[in-house]
C-alpha cells in the first residue's frame, strides 16, 4: 500500500495539504455537511475522506422511505420517552424531508409522494389505536400545517393482494425516494462545488494540536484546520465515549413479478418491519427486533433467522398465491443509541460530531449535516 509520503508533490500539495475542512464519512451526512460548509466558504479547500471505495454504512444500504412517523411507531415511542422528545423528532424528521426536497429535485431522488401504511395484524390492536387517532391527527397538524395525515384502510388486502391483514393506518404525507439516485445527484453536487472526496481511507484516530486537528488514517496522518465526523453507527470505533452503537439493518429484493398489487410503502410492527415496490419488485426489510444482540453487530452477513422471516411474511401474508424468488440480499449498519435522536455536538476546540441517525437519516440527514456545517464555521 502506497503510503501518503510516497505521492507526489502534486498529489500531496492539490489534495492532502492546507485542507480547511475535513468531513469523514461520505454518507447523507457527510455530503450534506461539506456542501453546506462549502456555500459559506467559497475558497475553502474541504475534502471527505471515506474508508470504503463506496460509503459503506447506511446511505447507499437504505429502503429509501421518506417517512417521518407511522402510528404504531409513533404510539410506542409516547410509551417510553417524553412526548416533547417524540414531538421533537417527528418535526426533525419532517423538515429534514422538507430540506432534502429543497437540495434536490423531485426528478433527481425519483420522489414519489405515495404516502405509507402502517399494516395491522391483530384486530384487538384496532381498539387500542383507534382512540388515538385524532390525538395523533392533531399533533400532526401542528407541525405539518395539514390536517387528517393519517386515516384508516380496513380494505388492504383487497387493494394490495395481502392476506389476513386487519387494515393499515395510511399516512398521506409519506413518500418513497430512490437510494441510488440520491447517491448520484449527491456525487454529481461534490464534483461540482469542488468537494474532494478521498476514497478507500480510514481513519484510526483523531488528535489536535495549537493548528487544528490531526487524522491518523491507514495510509498516513493528514491535517486540516477543523473535522467533522459523519460516521454514524461506526463512532465507537473511533470515539468510544459517544453512546452510540451499531445496529444491523438487513434487507432483501424479490424477482420481478408480474402485475404485482403492491405499490407505495409499508411499515409493521411499530416500523421494525418495511417493505416497498421497486418498479415490479419487493424490498423487505427489518426484523432487527427478533435478536437485537445478535443485530449489534459491525458484521454486514445475513442471518438465516432474520431473511427467514422476512421470507415468510412474504409468503405468507404479502404477496401470497405468488411465484418469486430472492435476487438480492445485503446488511446495512445503522447508528442507535437508548435514546432515539442524533448525537450533534463540539468534542474538541476545531472538532465536532453529527451521529446516531437511527432508521430515519434520509429524512433528517441533510438537516443533521448542515447543522454540523455551522458548528464547525463558528
Ligand atoms: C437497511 C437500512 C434501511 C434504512 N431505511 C431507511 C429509510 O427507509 N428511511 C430513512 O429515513 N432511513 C433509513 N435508514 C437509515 C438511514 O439510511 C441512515 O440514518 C443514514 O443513511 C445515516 O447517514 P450517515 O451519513 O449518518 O451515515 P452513513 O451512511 O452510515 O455514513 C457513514 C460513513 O462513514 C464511513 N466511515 C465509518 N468509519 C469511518 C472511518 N473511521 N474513516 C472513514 N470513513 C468511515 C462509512 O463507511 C460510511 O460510508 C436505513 C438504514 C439501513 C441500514
Redesign the pocket.
Given at each position: 500500500m502506497i503510503q501518503f509520503k510516497q505521492l507526489s508533490f502534486w498529489e500531496k500539495v492539490t489534495l492532502l495539504e492546507n485542507i480547511d475542512f475535513l468531513i469523514?464519512?461520505?454518507?447523507?451526512?457527510?455530503s450534506a455537511c461539506a456542501l453546506e460548509l462549502r456555500r459559506g466558504n467559497p475558497d475553502a479547500k474541504i475534502a471527505i475522506?471515506?474508508?470504503?471505495y463506496l460509503?459503506?454504512?447506511?446511505?447507499t444500504?437504505?429502503?429509501?422511505?421518506a417517512?417521518f412517523g407511522s402510528v404504531t411507531e409513533l404510539l410506542d415511542d409516547l410509551e417510553n420517552v417524553s412526548e416533547e422528545s417524540v414531538w421533537n423528532t417527528v418535526k426533525l424528521r419532517y423538515e429534514g424531508l422538507e430540506r432534502l426536497l429543497q437540495r434536490f429535485s423531485k426528478e433527481d431522488l425519483n420522489y414519489e409522494n405515495c404516502g405509507s401504511y402502517d399494516l395491522i395484524t391483530g384486530e384487538e390492536d384496532l381498539a387500542v389505536y383507534h382512540p388515538k387517532l385524532d390525538y395523533l391527527n392533531r399533533q400532526i397538524e401542528f407541525i405539518t400545517g395539514q390536517k387528517n395525515c393519517y386515516s384508516f384502510e380496513k380494505n388492504v388486502n383487497g387493494k394490495f393482494g395481502f392476506k389476513s391483514f386487519k387494515g393499515g393506518y395510511f399516512n398521506r404525507l409519506e413518500g418513497a425516494i430512490d437510494t441510488g439516485k440520491l447517491l448520484l445527484a449527491t456525487q454529481k453536487d461534490l464534483a461540482k462545488n469542488g468537494i474532494i472526496v478521498l476514497n478507500g481511507?480510514?481513519?484510526l484516530q483523531i488528535h489536535s494540536d495549537q493548528n487544528g486537528v490531526i487524522l491518523e488514517t491507514n495510509y498516513g496522518e493528514i491535517r486540516a484546520k477543523k473535522a467533522g465526523i459523519?460516521?454514524?453507527?461506526?463512532a465507537k470505533?473511533?470515539l468510544p465515549k459517544l453512546a452510540v452503537e451499531p445496529a444491523r439493518?438487513q434487507?432483501l429484493v424479490t424477482s420481478e413479478i408480474k402485475n404485482l398489487p403492491v405499490k407505495g410503502t409499508f411499515h409493521l410492527d411499530k416500523g421494525y418491519y418495511?417493505f416497498r415496490n421497486v418498479g415490479n419488485r419487493i424490498l423487505f426489510?427489518g426484523g432487527r427486533n427478533l435478536d437485537f444482540k445478535a443485530e449489534n453487530t459491525f458484521d454486514l452477513n445475513q442471518t438465516n433467522l432474520i431473511q427467514n422471516a422476512l421470507e415468510k411474511l412474504l409468503r405468507e401474508q404479502i404477496i401470497p398465491d405468488t411465484r418469486f424468488s430472492i435476487d438480492y440480499r445485503w446488511s446495512?449498519?445503522?447508528?442507535v443509541g437508548t435514546e432515539k435522536g442524533p448525537v450533534i455536538e463540539k468534542i474538541g476546540q476545531n472538532t465536532a460530531v453529527g451521529?446516531r441517525?437511527?432508521?430515519?437519516?434520509?429524512?433528517i440527514?441533510s438537516l443533521i449535516g448542515e447543522r454540523l456545517a455551522r458548528i464547525l464555521n463558528d
Open positions: 469523514v464519512g461520505s454518507g447523507i451526512v457527510g475522506l471515506e474508508r470504503s460509503p459503506l454504512g447506511a446511505s444500504k437504505n429502503a429509501g422511505f417517512c481511507i480510514e481513519v459523519t460516521i454514524n453507527g461506526f470505533k473511533l439493518a434487507v418495511y426489510g446495512g449498519t445503522m447508528g451521529v441517525l437511527g432508521g430515519m437519516g434520509v429524512a440527514g
